[in-house]
């Protein structure tokens, strides 16, 4: 029978599909992240990278994998609230139905605040949102990204280091994950890769995912510079971006996105993470 996989592909995920090479018996379709949650949900297919809210929201029937994660300590540069003037000051928001852990996330912040400004569906790019009466304009992926870079751009390598502009054009880019970070010290994870506790996927295709996110990792700054081309990003910037996510769902990963679900949907079903490495690495007898 034929497993199908669903990828979120933004280039925040290049560094484990890029060099993935699906093993026979596996089909994989792409989207974006609430495409993928749906399918998975719907059963269209049987894993994907999905918001990890969703995987909170339906811990009773989803189960993830134990060691991968799209996740940040600090900011993330591509999850971005586009506003002028202070975030207090903020009455209308656009928000992006491509994404569900950032709206989910967005809401935990303003309600630490004290903050109820109005949340509206509209696509497009900031900018232009902003420019038609939307005070603050949510954007996810591979356009937040280079609409960032576009409002706190250009610079290189020096300056992303040691300080990174917030400001631009008058726009102010506030990173969630980064206020995530100031509220909790905690790092922040986006996106897990969950399947239905029932149909785990075959060890081929964890081996195989593994495996491509070595290379992956591995071969960094050549990830980063095909992906730059297609962005039209400077290299270094991108592979800074790229650098900076933590894919392995590690303890301190595991307590942010405990805190999240306690915060984001309380009384929530226990999280479950299934299909240990070694247990792979044991079958695989290396
Ligand atoms: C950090 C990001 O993570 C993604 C954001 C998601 C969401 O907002 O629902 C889902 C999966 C993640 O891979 C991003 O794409 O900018």
Known sequence: MTYRAGW?????????????????GVTAITGVPTQMNAALLTGEVDIANISAVEFIRHADTLEALPD????????????????RGPVEGLGRIALTAQSAMSVALLEVLLRERG???TL???????????????????????SA???????????TEQ??????????????VTDLAEEWFYLTGRPFVFAVWAYRKDNPPPPALLSEMRRARRHGLGSLGEV??????KLGLPADVVQHYL???????EEADRLGLSEFAARAVPGHAPLQFGLHPSEDVLRAGS
């Not at 799209?70 to 971005?80: E, F, K």
């Open 243 to 249: 650098w900076n996510f933590r894919y392995h769902l």
């Open 224 to 229: 980063a510079r095909q992906h730059a081309h």
């Open 68 to 83: 991968f994660s799209v996740a940040v300590l600090g900011p993330v540069y591509s999850v971005n609230l586009f506003h």
């Open 8 to 24: 979120i592909h933004y280039t925040n995920v290049a560094p484990i599909l890029d060099a993935l090479t699906l093993p026979p």
């Open 145 to 155: 990204l280079k609409e960032w870079y576009g409002v706190v751009g250009p610079f």
């Open 115 to 117: 903050l109820s400004p």
């Open 120 to 142: 509206e569906r509209a696509e497009g790019e900031a900018e232009t949102l902003l420019a038609q009466g939307f005070d603050g304009v949510l954007r996810i992926g591979d």
């Open 159 to 172: 300056t992303i280091v040691p300080e990174i502009p917030q400001t631009g054009r008058g726009i102010t």
